[in-house]
């Protein structure tokens, strides 16, 4: 069985001057990361390993889990920034098989379709939401369209 936790990227600062990808977290959304993680923390949905899109938001996110989950520096994956939800299910079956649970932190709207496409669940994803699908497989290049059930679902103002 593998296990994938979709997690979206925490609030983040508006697009001023600068560009998207470099947006930094706002400070609610350096919290709220924090909450999530210790959240599927106290869960015991402690997945063994963090793919995020290297966009300052996403990587901070995913820093901030990483810490509280006691795991390593997350790896990045520059496909994951903008990504289409085929773009996100090329970056899911190419996960290693010898992991069987992986989170991945991502974008919206890709985060929001990818969960409908694995799941047939159609979710609001707002920022710092989290997900957790199983799949009845034992190979990431078998993960494909409906195979998933949405275990857990959470957001921090639920």
Known sequence: ??????????????????????????????????????????KGLIPELIITSPAQRTL?????????????????????????EKTLLRVINAFPNEVGFVALVGHNPGIA??????TGETREVHTSTTALID???DDWALVTEDLGKLVYYSSPNE
Do not use: C, W
Not at 28 to 40: C, E, H, L, P, S
Not at 113 to 118: D, E, M, P, S
């Open 1 to 42: 069985m593998k296990k994938l936790l979709l997690v979206r990227h925490a609030k983040a600062e508006k697009d001023a001057a600068g560009r998207d990808f470099d947006r930094p977290l706002k400070y609610i959304g350096m919290q709220d990361a924090g909450f999530m993680a210790d959240r599927i923390k106290d």
């Open 60 to 84: 901070t996110t995913a820093e901030i889990f990483a810490d509280h989950l006691g795991l390593p520096e997350p790896a990045k994956n520059k496909a994951i920034y903008e990504a289409s």
């Open 113 to 118: 379709y990818i969960l409908q496409y694995l």
């Open 135 to 137: 799949f009845e497989v």
